[in-house]
């Protein structure tokens, strides 16, 4: 028998979307206006290798229970009390409800485990939602959008603890420990015939991936599984993600080549560690600064390769270049690490899987509140926050509330008027003093109202 995950929520929050997305077909009917789905509906999925039984449910109202809505949400609430875990989804763009609020009661009351999902969390109108709904007391939020599936590598995170209860326990110290020995899950971009079907073929030792001179040959994201022995002879495992090449938006005529792309860049976020290929022959190209870009605007840690260096000449200068450039063209994130390799001789190939696993330890860890206001003060005493115009703007700590990328609420007063230089000062702070070094780091502001000052 597999788990059983139901997904509960108010009408019309995107449930029957996101059992679509999870099962892979379209079994569920959606449409815009809510109350589609009655009866519960149930499928079996895979979540990057992690099985269970997925339960659609009703919109959960508040009417009489000998009502059609009423017997809906007794269905509602007994698949709650069989299940294993409730997914419980919450429209972020509308923001907490009051009906999200007595939803969030009952479930507390129940001693079902709950993962809490702020759906149709993309862009920033659904942020203040996000926010919002730490007021649940249901732990942190998986902001998500089950239209465009973003956010499902959070979701397989929030739900291994609570689904594997023999290998993982739910303590999350034991969780984040045991992640240095999950497979490193490290997806390889770049353009078009930079040679990243060929390193992997060296990595693998075997033609796994077809390759060619012709540029394009890859269309699909082909995942294969490997394992590298590091220096000091322990077996590590690797997940290898190839994706097809990405070309300048504008070059891409071709359905066959945009489904292709669209595809490489869901594969950035399954993966943990991105590695941009850079044919050094060729030099850096602005194509190249957008897809890291994007790799580091989806939160994934980053690693520049610079392919083929065997064949190239005056690499000194070469190398300073595309440093000073990515540099200049990367200011959110300094210091991405820069790899010299061949993936046709094999050169530098260990020191770039070693160099992708300190990455991701940096990119999956977590400061204690201790130390990080340990920090925050000392910061503080060094450069002051601003006054514009003579008003005080108060910053009163700060915490980190999420890992991978790691993500940061920074709590205070008047935070409308903080200088974005201030808030690259901290970023910068916490990157160097802290131990994250080049990962993407997220600090989102945070400013303390009063709960009853509407009531």
């Known amino acids: 028998m597999l788990p059983t995950v139901a997904i509960v929520g108010r009408p019309n929050v995107g449930k029957s979307t996101l ?23 149930e499928g079996e999925v895979s979540l990057l290798g992690l099985d269970f039984t997925i339960v659609d449910t009703a919109g ?15 269905q509602t609430q007994a698949a709650v009390e069989d299940c294993d875990v409730a997914l419980f989804m919450i429209d ?23 993962v809490l999902m702020a759906n149709k969390a993309e862009g920033k109108a659904a942020d203040d939602g996000v926010m919002e709904s730490f007021a649940l007391g249901l732990g942190e939020p998986i902001p998500f959008s089950a239209e465009h599936g973003q956010g499902l590598a959070d979701l397989f995170q929030a739900l291994l603890p609570l689904l594997d209860r023999e290998e993982f326990q739910a303590d999350e110290k034991e969780f984040y420990e045991d992640e240095e020995s999950a497979p490193l899950k490290l997806a390889i971009v770049g353009r078009p015939n930079a040679g990243k079907s060929t390193l992997i073929n060296k990595f693998l030792g075997e033609n796994r991936l077809l390759t060619g001179p012709e540029a394009g040959i890859t269309r699909d994201s082909i995942a294969v599984d490997w394992m590298w022995t590091d220096r000091e002879g322990l ?55 957008r897809i890291a870009d994007k790799v580091l605007e989806e939160g994934r840690a980053l690693v520049v390769a610079l392919n083929k260096w065997d064949t190239v000449e005056h690499g000194s200068a070469l190398y300073q270049g595309i440093k000073q450039a990515l540099s200049d ?20 190939l260990d020191d770039l899987i070693q160099v992708a696993f300190e990455t991701r330890t940096a990119w999956s860890k977590r400061v204690s509140t201790g130390i990080l206001n340990r920090w925050f003060e000392t910061a503080l005493e060094a450069n002051p926050p601003p006054a514009p115009g003579g008003k005080r ?22 935070l409308d008027d903080l200088p974005e230089s201030y808030r690259r000062y901290l970023v910068n702070g916490i990157r160097k003093e802290l131990g994250f070094g080049a ?9 303390q109202k009063n709960p009853y000052a509407t009531k």
């Open 19 to 41: 059992f679509n997305r999870l099962v892979g077909k379209k079994l569920a009917l959606v449409d815009d206006q809510p109350g589609v789905t009655r009866d519960r509906r």
């Open 60 to 74: 959960y109202e508040d009417e009489d229970a000998n009502s059609l809505p009423g017997r809906m949400r007794m």
């Open 92 to 114: 972020a763009r509308a923001g907490v409800t009051p009906l999200d609020e007595e939803i969030a009661r009952w479930l507390r009351a129940n001693d079902t485990p709950v």
């Open 235 to 289: 077996d590590r495992p690797v997940r290898l993600i190839d994706t097809a090449g990405m070309r300048k938006r504008a070059k891409v005529q071709e359905k066959l080549e945009k489904l292709a792309v669209s595809d490489g860049l869901n594969a950035v976020n399954f993966a943990e560690v991105v590695v941009l290929m850079i044919d050094s022959t060729r030099g850096l190209e602005a194509q190249d600064l």
């Open 329 to 348: 063209g990367l200011a959110q994130v300094r210091g991405v690490p820069i790899m010299t390799i061949s993936g046709a001789t094999g050169k530098g």
């Open 393 to 414: 703007i108060k910053l009163r700590y700060i915490t980190q509330n999420k890992t991978r990328p790691p993500t940061f609420v920074l709590f205070g007063t008047r």
């Open 439 to 447: 990962v993407p780091v997220r600090l989102t502001l945070r400013s």
